[in-house]
Nanobody
Framework: VQLQASGGGLVQPGGSLRLSCAASGNIFSIYRMGWYRQAPGKQRDLVAHITSGGTAVYTDSVKGRFTISRDNARNTVYLQMDSLKPEDTAVYYC???????????????WGQGTQVTVSS
């Protein structure tokens, strides 16, 4: 299984970015997909995740500014980030909890990080 993330970059405060992450490989179903981020010298923290049914959870600091969505047919998760702040600067990692076959255990996979820098 591979998770390919894209969409990071440099943006000014108040700007927007959209991250995408597509999962491919031996996948029967994906239960949850989401994003973590890690700033220099800090631990990796949850940003948001979304279940296959569309239930989304956000960390408090991004509520009202970030929107997570997914395309189940394409095994892809998106993170629309608006009103970006310098403190959003981090490497963003996507992940997926998925099954390789019907009734199989859930397994976690991570994508490569994508850098988001918010600076004037």
């Amino acid at each position: 299984v591979q998770l390919q993330a894209s969409g990071g970059g440099l943006v000014q405060p108040g700007g927007s970015l959209r991250l995408s992450c597509a999962a491919s490989g031996n996948i029967f179903s994906i239960y949850r997909m989401g994003w973590y981020r890690q700033a220099p010298g800090k631990q990796r923290d949850l940003v948001a995740h979304i279940t296959s049914g569309g239930t989304a959870v956000y960390t408090d600091s991004v509520k009202g500014r970030f929107t997570i969505s997914r395309d189940n047919a394409r095994n892809t998760v998106y993170l629309q980030m608006d009103s970006l702040k310098p403190e959003d600067t981090a490497v963003y990692y996507c992940y997926a909890n998925l099954r390789h076959w019907s009734g199989g255990n859930l397994n976690a996979y991570w994508g490569q990080g994508t850098q988001v820098t918010v600076s004037s």
